[in-house]
């Protein structure tokens, strides 16, 4: 979750993770697929109430 100014709000959440195939992250062809959903809007910002699993 990352608040902004005036009550506003974006929540970043990964969908799916797939295990890399690639080791070298510093390597130029590192690259690994990730899913994700953004969601933005006003007011109090949704929180939850256990750990990321």
């Known amino acids: 979750m990352i608040k ?5 709000w974006i929540r970043l959440t ?4 797939p295990e890399p195939t690639h080791t070298g992250a510093t390597s130029p062809d590192f690259d690994i697929p ?5 969601t933005s809007s006003q007011g109090a910002a949704p929180h ?5 699993q």
Not at 4 to 8: C, D, E, K, Y
Not at 48 to 52: D, L, S
């Open 34 to 38: 990730i899913n994700f959903q953004i």
């Open 14 to 17: 990964i969908t799916n993770f």
């Open 48 to 52: 939850a109430t256990q750990k990321c």
């Open 4 to 8: 902004g100014p005036s009550a506003t």
